[in-house]
């Protein structure tokens, strides 16, 4: 097992679920906050930071919160990070940085941290891949000291920033999502429903939503 801290996203607006706490919207009877937390807590995660207003939770976490609020996720994994450092006497060698909007994340860590423990020195994050192999940063894992300076180095403290241009000249190592490997890519429409079974999809919207239920449902009859 490898040594690592978590920070799980839970804020943001949510706009296009109307404005509705969107960790707290329920997947197989769980909500995608508690399984971002279930997700951390098995891979040995310490601190688990999550970074958004406090809500319920399964689980053992601490809060923090971006300053001012609604700062997007880069001042949200800044401000994960700072209260990291503050709960522990040493840093832990990876930070797993996690959306509490991925049903499937149960299923993403593992391989995140499997393929973390095999990479060599040089490379600096282990993220999971799209359907066409782009990373996507807010499913992976980042070793803490360069993760550290690239944080240093944000303008605001990461506020209204891109993830890419916290991330956009680390050592990028892309684990292959098993589900959208498999995924047609003829275009959007194509992917709309199957997607949901791919372990780096995400809820935006109602219809994402009720689109990992039924995948969930779909799993549970197989």
Known sequence: ???LSAI???GGRARRLGGVAKPLQTVGGRSLLDIAVAAATRAGADPIIAVGPEMPVAGIVRWTREDPPFGGPVAGIIAGFD???AATDAPSTWTLVLACDLPHAESAVPLLTAAAALVPNDVEAVCL???TSRPQFLVGLFRTAPLGRRIERMPQRG???????LVNDLAVTVVTD???AALPLEGAAAL???SAAALSFDVDTWE???AARRAREDGNRE
């Open 159 to 165: 506020r209204d920033a891109a993830v890419r241009d």
């Open 178 to 180: 098993p589900g959208a």
């Open 1 to 3: 097992m490898i040594d």
């Open 192 to 194: 709309s429903f199957d």
């Open 208 to 210: 994402d939503l009720e």
């Open 83 to 85: 209260a990291a450092r």
């Open 129 to 131: 891949g799209d359907a």
């Open 8 to 10: 799980l996203l839970a």
